[in-house]
């Protein structure tokens, strides 16, 4: 027996952990999540021998959510010496079964037991007796997320009879997909997460192959498109109707207005109504982008709502009108507007009730789901998959089932039949092309074998020389069209080790599947490409899909996996982006790199054009999918873009990034300019220029040079002509000497130009690292971080983008964020308002500046002209004293001004003649980065 290979750091750390949460504990129970492919099996085992060699007469018991996953264990234990098997008796040190095993309902039990464990089957409670009963118990929950959502309450009462047990949960599912439910029953049966590493931390390690996330977007087919038209028609008309005058005693488009614009600032404040109902606010600035409702005061339009209103949102807003006055109201007129929008919204998946509108089944999403374009968009990724890489080229297709329900709904009557979306549909497609027939792919499911005849007596072959027996009984039977199959004589649980084998042999290069079977507890270590058709979004199934793809593979050391989701959009229903979302829900929370060598989550990562809030245009699609092909072809340059090796902290925080509408910084293709920002040497006061910076006088003899406030930590800053440009942070020059004699007229010149350009600066906005410091250093001050603005981290990237966030814990990095969002925002109705002094003038504004000293008497008593407004943060504005510590961060890195209560009169006055400026005219978007 060859020695195990040598603990992945992960691994280690994940022991050392584990022996914390248990050592000297009278409850030892860790929860610990590793991504698959991580090695979670091997933490499990090296806990379980641990505990053995403690005591030798000890007993172990793995539970697993399947056969499949259960024979790992079996197999890997016994690769490491230990004694294992899957007798539910509980004789051998190391008993590994199923959670069904346990699970096992008596059918006559009551549903109303007391108890979960007085429903199960005499043959459930002997086993759960049985592992009650030992006295020195490891017990090890296999992806125990599987408990959360099935064996939950009776895994509690078994942990309840164990207690004194040490219990180990093992799950690849990060907590923060968990129901709120199902996080109390975390907390309740494990406490905190004794441990944790991240998908990215693993791929740095090199333990994780390096990937690529890709998309192919494609429209329905030409009988789906059509279908989908005719279903929008009857919506469609009802949102011209609406601007119909006379439909209605109220129109919609006048109870919009009296609803979400003229109440603002009247009654009541943005803010307030937003807290209120956020879902119909943000539906109603979507109706202001799409130029359908006035702008309320105050109101701010952000990334999401930064998009045409979608079905959603009709509805939404729709059923207020029709809930609050249509469905009240005595008058004939709106008795038929009822009467329109009841008939109306069946087309877009909703049904009205008497409490209102509610989602009901929609068979649009069914074509979307379903639609014939995807099998040949995989026909066309495999092509390109198996041109780029060749013999290496193995393809996991997964589908949702074998064969999709017999049932199809009436309307959908020559439009989709009942093999839609199947496994057994896409198998057809890849068997019909040249371009991925000749890769020989097959399907295999819980239920059958298939593929073309050709290659399913290639497996007989293959499996006879594994097992001459087996492979003596098997039949190639002959099916309609193209597909054979092979089912004789096997079972799921023999067929599907002998076809992953030849799949890693290159038998056939593409494999079709469920996600339920070559799911989680499925490995083949070759997989190089990753096809998902599934509609499942959960974190959970997400994880589980693409770590089929993500394992290394030792004949295969520069390996690097591609996984691809297909898309399916039409512009011809109102909810045809209803694929795209789902798109956005399977990257909530999925890192990947991005092309700047980011790692971030969310779409972003496929494509930094990609918005969670909508889809791109259909026009656009194929220009997309061509620059896909392009990326996933090549491999070096997404495994550079990992920077496998490098120093990380596995950590995830949000950034703000901004983008204005011109950018003042002048960035090279290839550049990222760190700004790294330093207090501003120049402030302008109520009373003129002051500066702390002690600076010696000498006579002008020497030429100008200048050294920024922020000289050498990057920012923006005037330059004198023929001296040069100096990048700085927007403070105001310092004057220094040095360098060749100049004559004294040009001293003169330059030095007045040089004066007047310093008084320019303070006629902009302030810059963005200057604000984004003081939210820092506010945060920090008031305690609600714990770091300030020695910890941001800024750089403009190579497109004008401005990226900002605050390195230190998940949650400093989240309040900064969003508090650095609301600071550059137009000012809308916060509870204080904090100025700056703007425009400085001189004295004496037409005299000649001869020398340094007059240069800085000059700068000293300018005086300003104008006073700016800015929004305080709302975290910075709940009471005076944290208001104060803004200011107290505002004043020496962004300049001096005054803090107003807009509760107050005079605040109120300010807040109402400034209300809606923009003065950073900036667009931002959040989004959270890895590293």
Excluded at 867 to 887: D, K, M, S
């Amino acid at each position: 027996m060859s020695s195990p290979p040598a603990l992945r750091i992960h691994q280690r750390e994940a022991l050392e952990a584990l022996a914390r949460a248990w050592d000297g504990s009278d409850r030892p129970r860790a929860w610990v999540v590793l991504p698959p492919g991580a090695g979670k099996t091997r933490v499990g085992l090296e806990a379980v021998a641990g505990r053995l060699r403690v005591d030798p007469d000890a007993k172990a018991v793995v539970l697993a959510p399947n056969t499949a996953i259960q024979s790992q264990w079996i197999a890997e234990a016994r690769a490491m010496g230990l004694d294992a098997d899957d007798d539910t008796s509980l004789t051998g040190a190391v008993s590994c079964l199923t959670y069904q095993s346990l699970a096992v309902f008596d059918s006559e039990a009551s549903e109303d037991a007391a108890a979960v464990v007085d429903r199960l089957h005499p043959n459930g409670v002997a086993l759960f007796d049985r592992i009650r009963s030992e006295p020195d118990l490891t017990l090890v929950l296999d992806e125990c997320h599987h408990l959360m959502e099935v064996w939950g309450r009776l895994l509690a009462e078994l942990l309840d009879a164990v207690d004194s047990a040490h219990v180990l949960a093992l799950t690849a599912t990060p907590p923060e997909s968990l129901t709120g439910e199902q996080r109390a029953l975390v907390d309740e049966l494990f406490g905190s997460i004794r441990y944790r590493v991240s998908v990215p931390a693993v791929v740095k390690e090199g333990h994780l192959a390096p990937f690529e996330e890709l998309v192919w977007l494609t429209t329905p087919t030409p009988t789906e498109e059509d279908w989908l038209t005719g279903e929008a028609l009857r919506f469609t008309e009802l949102t011209t109707l609406l601007t119909t005058p006379g439909f209605g005693s109220v129109g919609f488009y006048e109870w919009l207005t009296a609803r979400y614009v003229d109440p603002v600032p009247g009654t009541t404040t943005w803010a307030a109504l937003a807290e209120r109902e956020p879902d119909l606010c943000d539906a109603a600035l979507r109706m202001h982008h799409a130029g359908l409702l006035e702008l309320p005061v105050g109101a701010r339009l952000r990334e999401e709502h930064r998009h045409p209103p979608s079905a959603e949102d009709w509805v939404g807003l729709l059923g207020d009108w029709l809930l609050h006055h249509v469905a009240v109201s005595s008058d004939a007129r709106d008795a038929e507007v009822l009467a329109t929008v009841k008939a109306a919204l069946p087309s877009v998946g909703y049904a009205w009730t008497r409490r209102g509108v509610r989602r009901g089944r929609s068979t649009v999403d069914r074509v979307l789901a379903r639609s014939y374009a995807k099998p040949g968009a995989a026909v066309e990724i495999i092509a390109a998959e198996h041109a780029a890489i060749g013999v290496r080229t193995r393809v996991l297709v997964l589908c949702d089932h074998e064969r999709a329900s017999a049932t199809v709904p009436i309307t959908l009557d020559g439009v989709q039949d009942a093999e839609a979306g199947s496994a057994l549909a896409s198998l057809e497609a890849l068997l019909s092309s040249p371009d991925t027939a000749l890769l020989r792919p097959m399907l295999v499911t819980g239920s059958v074998v298939a593929g073309s005849g050709a290659t399913l007596r290639e497996l007989v072959a293959f499996v006879t020389t594994r097992d001459p027996d087996l492979g003596s009984r098997l039949v190639v039977e002959p099916g309609e069209g193209p597909v054979a199959t092979c089912t004789a004589g096997w079972s799921s649980r023999t067929w599907v080790g002998h076809v992953t084998a030849f799949f890693e042999s290159g038998g056939t290069q593409v494999l079709v599947g469920t996600r339920g079977l070559l799911g989680e507890g499925w490995n083949a270590r070759g997989v190089s490409t990753l096809i998902d058709l599934t509609t499942a979004t959960t974190l959970t199934a997400v994880v589980q899909t693409r770590g089929r793809a993500l394992r290394t593979d030792p004949t295969w050391p520069e390996k690097v996996a591609t996984n691809w989701t297909v898309v399916c959009v039409s512009e011809a229903h109102p909810k045809g982006d209803n694929d795209w979302f789902r798109l956005v829900r399977k990257h909530q929370g999925f890192h990947g790199v991005d092309a700047d060598g980011d790692i971030v989550d969310g779409v972003a990562h496929i494509d930094a054009s990609f918005s969670p809030f909508a889809p791109p245009p259909v026009a656009s699609f194929d220009g997309y999918n061509a620059r896909m092909l392009v990326a996933a072809a090549d491999r070096d340059a997404i495994r550079d873009l990992w920077a496998v090796g490098e120093p990380y902290e596995d950590i995830t925080l949000a950034s703000l990034r901004v983008r204005r509408a011109t950018s003042p910084v002048a960035v090279r293709p290839d550049e990222v300019i760190a700004l790294v920002p330093a207090a501003p040497t120049w402030r302008l006061t109520a009373d003129g220029l002051a500066t702390d910076v002690e600076v010696a006088d000498t006579s002008w003899r020497t030429p100008l040079s200048l050294a920024a406030g922020t000289a050498g930590a990057g920012g923006l800053a005037a330059a004198l002509p023929g001296v040069g440009t100096l990048v700085g942070a927007g403070a105001l020059g310092v004057l220094a000497v040095g360098g060749a004699v100049l004559a004294g007229h040009r001293n003169a010149e330059m030095l007045t130009e040089w004066v007047h350009s310093q008084l320019a600066l303070t006629s902009g906005v302030p810059p963005l690292e200057a604000v984004a410091a003081a939210v820092a250093d506010a945060l920090l001050a008031a305690g609600l971080t714990g770091v300030g603005a020695s910890a941001l981290a800024a750089d403009v990237h190579p497109d004008g983008e401005y990226r900002f966030r605050l390195v230190g814990s998940e949650a400093d990095a989240d309040v900064f964020a969003a508090a650095f969002d609301e600071a550059i925002a137009p000012v809308g109705a916060p509870r204080y308002l904090v100025s700056r002094w703007t425009d400085a003038r001189l004295a004496h504004p037409g005299r000649r500046i001869r020398t340094r000293a007059g240069a800085r008497s000059a700068l000293a008593t300018a005086s300003p002209s104008g006073e700016a407004w800015h929004p305080v943060p709302g975290v910075l504005g709940r009471n005076a004293a944290l208001a104060g510590h803004y200011l107290d961060a505002w004043r020496p890195w962004v300049g001096e001004g005054r803090l107003l209560a807009t509760a107050h009169p005079d605040g109120a006055g300010v807040v109402a003649a400034v209300s809606g400026e923009d003065p950073f005219a900036a667009t931002t978007v959040m989004r959270r980065q890895w590293s």
